[in-house]
């Protein structure tokens, strides 16, 4: 078995980057292999950027790209700040771009609820951007991610005196910038009575793309997979449009609590040493239960350390993940999820 926090043995960490970075080889097997390659990255730090730093782009087979967007908005990165400080410093642009998306994310990912962190994390952005180098890819990575919390700081910049900064600030503004849906697809969610809501959402073609990179950016990966050959989480959500309706799906988004799928009530331990776990429970024993928290993470606990359990009532999905979207995001998100597959 392979352990996150040891390092992989050099023969083992070649195989997996080799498969990983081969196109001769299938692709599910590539993003296999680059996944588990990613899952230890806490000691193998150096390598997992040199796998991925070809993907910053965005370009590439999508399931390839997945496990770099997924890696880029991992919340679990608000622990290690100061490594991807350090990463966002490099001389080598690849490795600064890995380290300037992490910390982009952590301000912007709304699951991120270490307020520590993402004060570190402005912190550090603060440092960036007086280096022209850094700027460059810092404006770079807010452009490719249309991280609008950022729009005030491009702005600054436009005429900023190093042309390369100037440049890349027009760019990033230019995907800023670009002006909302017309029509019924403008409409925003928040204060929207909710059949009118629902409605509207129905009658509005959705973009794939476009929900694609809402899935990613409102952070459902964290807790949702759309492929079986993904690491489990909650609720895989790959063929998901061919069991509910659109109207049930949008419910399932905004009122994540109204139903829940079966399996995945979320249950609360409180162990005798003060400790809390929460997520799903995937295996239980006489002495021991196998609980899967929504990163995915699995935490073994002893029946005899813990001191109270409880179903929760509500979803462990927050309410409020769709704030500050429009009827056209929401349509777009619920496209993107025709299109994936149950196999």
Known sequence: MISPKAPLPENLLAILNKVAGDPGEPVELRARALRLLVSTVDRNLDAVVA????????????????????????????????????????????????????????????????????????????????????????LEVIG??????????????????DAGVAAAARAAHGRLARGPEAGAGARPIGGSPYDELVQAVLATPGDARRGQ???????????????????????????????????????????????????????????R???????????????NVDVRNVAGATTTLEKGDIALREKREASIMPEGLMTGATVADLAALLTYLETTGSK
């Open 213 to 271: 990179e809402l899935f990613l950016q409102r952070a459902c990966f964290a807790c949702h997979t759309v492929s079986p050959h993904e690491p489990p989480k909650g609720p895989m959500l790959g063929g998901i449009a061919q069991r509910y309706s659109r109207a049930e799906l949008t419910e399932s988004i905004l009122k994540p609590s109204a139903k829940i799928a079966q399996g995945f009530e979320s249950q609360l331990f409180k162990l």
């Open 51 to 138: 796998a991925l730093a070809p993907l910053t782009q965005g370009e590439g087979p999508p399931a390839l790209v997945g496990v770099w967007e997924e890696f880029a908005r991992d919340p679990r990165h608000a622990k290690r700040v100061n490594v991807y400080s350090g990463l966002a410093r490099d001389e080598a642009a690849p490795r600064r771009l890995v380290g300037a998306t992490v910390l982009i994310n952590l301000i912007t990912n709304p699951i991120v609820t270490d307020s520590g962190a993402r004060r570190n994390a402005h912190t550090a952005l603060d440092t960036l951007w007086k280096s022209p180098a850094s700027a460059i890819t810092l």
């Open 273 to 287: 040493n003060g400790q809390e776990v929460e997520g799903f429970v995937v295996r239980e024993g006489g002495d």
């Open 144 to 161: 490719r991610a249309r991280a609008a919390d950022f729009l005030l700081q491009v702005e600054a910049r436009l005429a900023d005196p």
